[in-house]
Structures are given as structure tokens and as C-alpha cells.
């Protein structure tokens, strides 16, 4: 459920009609709404009331500190894969005792900054990985909390560029090298492997990859502890999927549902990394229509936003709902490629749509934006990167100005020799 709904024919976020924002602060602009994001976290960390557990919300979705403030504020900690992503995360107030840091390039600065700030854990990926954080550690004098990420070899039956959990995979250690590497960890001296994590990919829509997952990891984990490990936390990561059209995910406690009764006996803390379910039907991409135009082989409605404020339909060929933020019941239904300013074929957001006739200076509402919109946006075509509203009831909060031209340049130097 999300809080973006029709009044009268005009779409509104929560108490909020679009048209009010887009006059505020100008198109195009990313729009999220405050109840939606606290329904949905709480719908998630509810879910596992009865287990011991982390919500550690996959920054990668969508990292404003706004959003991380208000997901600190429910107490979620965060799923990190960056040095950038940890700075954000402090500074929004997340405590570093909830705090897992994943990914396959960890640098050693990164690694330092983590350790320094005493997160919870690493997610380790790579004996080479696992000796840099030991290394560092030494270096620091500390001692460095770590679970083993491990790929069981799941297809989750997802997009392949968000697919994590097969053989073929970057990511993890595969379940048959898992005890190799614990024991190469508990033979260096700044290493306490303490977890066991598994992250098979994203958008999921069925709950059983994550039951058959679990089922291979469970039976590691008594493998580990049965050689000595003390293994006090288990990491199912995230990946539950959303709807964007016709899709129906499970809600979050029928995945509980599912996996509570294999961790009944497991005396470990439960850690997940929802990001998409949090945040993605929480927010929308606000744009104006500049032209429309008929072409030779079919029609175009020429908007101003673009594949650099959202570059899913690009990227993964991604389906988002359009609809007009003022209905027009009359309008005829027409079927054209919704694209872009930017100098690229690739410049669309959506193709072959059917959808009601659009106007030039009509506002159109690009829905389940909220996750991987603006974190993946860029300057491409030196376009300044939009703004970010937050709306809570009839309040409008603008939590990231939209650049300006100075902005595009600020950090490029002209060497002398060129003055």
C-alpha cells in the first residue's frame, strides 16, 4: 500500500496534491511520502516481532539523510557498501552497532573507517578480503567482527543484473569453500567470525529462494559451530520485491511465516537488509510534459526528465506505471515511448505505452521510484541532478535542493597552462 491516490481527479501525496509541489519546487523532482515509509518499515520489522532481529535497511535503495533519519528514528540500522554510504549513515544517526558492511571492494581506508567506527560487522566475501580486514585490524590494534557471505547457488528468478546468489556470481563464497575460509579465519589473530550471511538478489516475488536459501545456509552454520565457530548472527539479506505493474509479492510476514519456524532453534540474532520493499512504492518521479510529437513509425511524448533522474527503464528495461496527475476522463488513450532531453535512443522511461493523450505542460507521475531513483541518477549531459520532497500529511519538506549550473563545476580546476 502507498499513500498516492486520486482526489477528484487529482493526484495526491498523502494530504498533498502534486500539482502544489511541482509548482513549489519545479519539475522534474523525486516526491516521498512520510506515512508510506513508516507503514512499510513497520509492516517489515513486525513481521519478525518474535524473533531476535536487525532491520538493516539497504542504503543502496535510496540514501537521503532524511530517509535515514526517519528509518533510525523507527531503529533500523543500515546494510552499507561504501565508505560514502557509512558517512551517511552516521551522519543520519544510525547506530554502528547495526551496521553490516557488504560488497566485494572493500578498500583498506574503508575498511579503517568502519573498524574505527566500531560498525557491527563485515560481510566477507574473498579470502583476500578476509586477510586486507585482518591486516587493517593489526594495523589498528582491534579486532575485527566479520560473517562469511556465502552464494548457496539459488536462482531467484530475477532481472540477471540483480541476481547475486549463483555460482557464476561476483558475489559471496560458495558454501563448499565456506569451511576452508573459516578456518582460515580463526587462524588469523584480529579476525571473530561471528555471522553467516547470504544475499541471493533483488525483486524477489516468490518466498521460496529465500526458504531454500536458508535451508543451505542453516545447515553450514551447524557445520561451523560444530568445528568451533561461534556463530551469533545470521544475515538472510533482502531482496522482497514490490509491485511496479503486475506483479504480487509477498507481504513481509508471509515471508516471516515462511522462514520463522526453520530459526526456532537457531539462538542467533536475525539481520535483514530490506531496501526496495521500504522505499520503493514510497516515492514517485514528478515530470512536465515539453512536446509531443508524431513520428514516422510511432509517437513520442517528450518530457523533462530523463534517463540520468532515472535510469532503471534504461538500465533494466524496468516497467514503471505513468499516470497523469490531472485526470482528464475524456482523453483518448494513445500508445507512444515517453522520453527524455538526453542525446541518447536509450533516453526513455517508458516505451510502447498505452496511456491517456498528454499535453504539452501536463505533470505526469512516474510511480515506484522510491528506490534506486535519485542514488542512480548522474549529470550525464551536464543536466543538474533533481530535487527530493519528503511530504508528511500537508507539510512539504524539501530534503535535497535541486543543483544548480555552479554546482556541475564545483571541484574542476583549469590548469594554468590553459588560462
Same mark, same amino acid.
Given at each position: 500500500m502507498h499513500d498516492f491516490a486520486y482526489r477528484d481527479g487529482e493526484l495526491y501525496c498523502e494530504d498533498v496534491p502534486l500539482s502544489r509541489v511541482a509548482k513549489e519546487v519545479g519539475t522534474p523532482c523525486y516526491v516521498y511520502s512520510h506515512h508510506t515509509l513508516i507503514q512499510h518499515f513497520r509492516a517489515f520489522d513486525g513481521a519478525f516481532q518474535d524473533v531476535p532481529h536487525i532491520v538493516a535497511f539497504?542504503? *543502496?535503495?535510496?540514501?537521503n539523510l532524511a530517509i535515514l533519519r526517519l528509518m533510525a528514528k523507527e531503529g533500523s540500522g543500515a546494510d552499507i557498501v561504501s565508505g560514502g554510504e557509512l558517512y551517511r549513515a552516521l551522519r543520519a544517526g544510525m547506530? =554502528?552497532?547495526?551496521?553490516?558492511?557488504?560488497?566485494?571492494?572493500?578498500s583498506r581506508e574503508e575498511i579503517r573507517q568502519a573498524l574505527d567506527a566500531d560498525i557491527l560487522m563485515f560481510n566477507v566475501e574473498s579470502s583476500a578480503e578476509l586477510q586486507a580486514?585482518?591486516?587493517?585490524?593489526?594495523? +589498528? *590494534?582491534?579486532?575485527?567482527?566479520?560473517?562469511?557471505?556465502?552464494? $548457496?547457488?539459488?536462482?531467484?528468478?530475477?532481472? =540477471?543484473?540483480?541476481?547475486?546468489?549463483?555460482?557464476?556470481?561476483?558475489?559471496?563464497? !560458495?558454501?563448499?569453500?565456506?569451511l576452508d575460509e573459516f578456518k582460515l579465519a580463526a587462524a588469523l589473530g584480529h579476525i571473530d567470525v561471528v555471522g553467516v550471511h547470504a544475499h541471493i538478489g533483488s525483486q524477489l516475488t516468490d518466498v521460496t529462494p529465500f526458504v531454500d536459501s536458508l535451508k543451505k545456509v542453516l545447515a553450514l552454520v551447524e557445520t561451523l559451530k560444530a568445528h568451533g565457530a561461534n556463530i551469533r548472527y545470521l544475515n538472510?539479506?533482502?531482496?522482497?520485491?514490490?509491485?511496479? !505493474?503486475?506483479?504480487?509479492p509477498p507481504p513481509p510476514k508471509e515471508l516471516a511465516k515462511a522462514v520463522s519456524p526453520l530459526l526456532r532453534d537457531l539462538k542467533c540474532v536475525l539481520i535483514m537488509e530490506p531496501g526496495r520493499v521500504i522505499v520503493g512504492n514510497a516515492g514517485i518521479l514528478?515530470?512536465?510534459?515539453?512536446?509531443t510529437k508524431a513520428g514516422e513509425a510511432k509517437d513520442f511524448v517528450i518530457v523533462d526528465a530523463a534517463m540520468n533522474d532515472l535510469i532503471r527503464p534504461s538500465l533494466y528495461g524496468a516497467y514503471h506505471e505513468i499516470? $497523469?496527475?490531472?485526470?482528464?476522463?475524456?482523453? +483518448?488513450?494513445?500508445?507512444?515511448?515517453?522520453?527524455? $532531453?538526453?542525446?541518447?535512443?536509450?533516453?526513455?522511461?517508458?516505451?510502447?505505452?498505452?496511456?491517456?493523450?498528454?499535453? =504539452?505542460?501536463?505533470?505526469?507521475?512516474?510511480?515506484?521510484?522510491?528506490?534506486y531513483g535519485?542514488?542512480?541518477?548522474?549529470?550525464?549531459? !551536464?543536466? =543538474?541532478?533533481? $530535487?527530493?520532497?519528503?511530504?508528511?500529511? !500537508?507539510?512539504v519538506h524539501v530534503i535535497r535542493a535541486r543543483e544548480d549550473y555552479a554546482d556541475l563545476v564545483r571541484g574542476e580546476r583549469i590548469p594554468d597552462f590553459l588560462a
Amino acid at each position: 500500500m502507498h499513500d498516492f491516490a486520486y482526489r477528484d481527479g487529482e493526484l495526491y501525496c498523502e494530504d498533498v496534491p502534486l500539482s502544489r509541489v511541482a509548482k513549489e519546487v519545479g519539475t522534474p523532482c523525486y516526491v516521498y511520502s512520510h506515512h508510506t515509509l513508516i507503514q512499510h518499515f513497520r509492516a517489515f520489522d513486525g513481521a519478525f516481532q518474535d524473533v531476535p532481529h536487525i532491520v538493516a535497511f539497504a542504503m *543502496k535503495a535510496n540514501s537521503n539523510l532524511a530517509i535515514l533519519r526517519l528509518m533510525a528514528k523507527e531503529g533500523s540500522g543500515a546494510d552499507i557498501v561504501s565508505g560514502g554510504e557509512l558517512y551517511r549513515a552516521l551522519r543520519a544517526g544510525m547506530a =554502528p552497532a547495526k551496521i553490516v558492511f557488504a560488497g566485494v571492494g572493500k578498500s583498506r581506508e574503508e575498511i579503517r573507517q568502519a573498524l574505527d567506527a566500531d560498525i557491527l560487522m563485515f560481510n566477507v566475501e574473498s579470502s583476500a578480503e578476509l586477510q586486507a580486514i585482518n591486516d587493517v585490524a593489526a594495523e +589498528a *590494534k582491534k579486532r575485527a567482527r566479520v560473517a562469511l557471505r556465502i552464494n $548457496p547457488d539459488i536462482d531467484p528468478k530475477t532481472h =540477471p543484473y540483480i541476481s547475486t546468489g549463483l555460482k557464476k556470481s561476483k558475489f559471496g563464497i !560458495s558454501a563448499e569453500r565456506a569451511l576452508d575460509e573459516f578456518k582460515l579465519a580463526a587462524a588469523l589473530g584480529h579476525i571473530d567470525v561471528v555471522g553467516v550471511h547470504a544475499h541471493i538478489g533483488s525483486q524477489l516475488t516468490d518466498v521460496t529462494p529465500f526458504v531454500d536459501s536458508l535451508k543451505k545456509v542453516l545447515a553450514l552454520v551447524e557445520t561451523l559451530k560444530a568445528h568451533g565457530a561461534n556463530i551469533r548472527y545470521l544475515n538472510i539479506g533482502g531482496g522482497l520485491g514490490i509491485t511496479y !505493474s503486475d506483479e504480487t509479492p509477498p507481504p513481509p510476514k508471509e515471508l516471516a511465516k515462511a522462514v520463522s519456524p526453520l530459526l526456532r532453534d537457531l539462538k542467533c540474532v536475525l539481520i535483514m537488509e530490506p531496501g526496495r520493499v521500504i522505499v520503493g512504492n514510497a516515492g514517485i518521479l514528478v515530470t512536465r510534459v515539453l512536446y509531443t510529437k508524431a513520428g514516422e513509425a510511432k509517437d513520442f511524448v517528450i518530457v523533462d526528465a530523463a534517463m540520468n533522474d532515472l535510469i532503471r527503464p534504461s538500465l533494466y528495461g524496468a516497467y514503471h506505471e505513468i499516470k $497523469p496527475v490531472r485526470q482528464a476522463p475524456t482523453a +483518448a488513450i494513445q500508445t507512444v515511448d515517453v522520453v527524455g $532531453p538526453v542525446c541518447e535512443s536509450g533516453d526513455f522511461l517508458a516505451k510502447d505505452r498505452a496511456m491517456s493523450e498528454a499535453r =504539452p505542460g501536463d505533470l505526469l507521475a512516474v510511480m515506484s521510484a522510491g528506490a534506486y531513483g535519485f542514488v542512480m541518477s548522474s549529470n550525464y549531459n !551536464s543536466r =543538474p541532478r533533481i $530535487p527530493e520532497v519528503l511530504v508528511r500529511e !500537508s507539510e512539504v519538506h524539501v530534503i535535497r535542493a535541486r543543483e544548480d549550473y555552479a554546482d556541475l563545476v564545483r571541484g574542476e580546476r583549469i590548469p594554468d597552462f590553459l588560462a
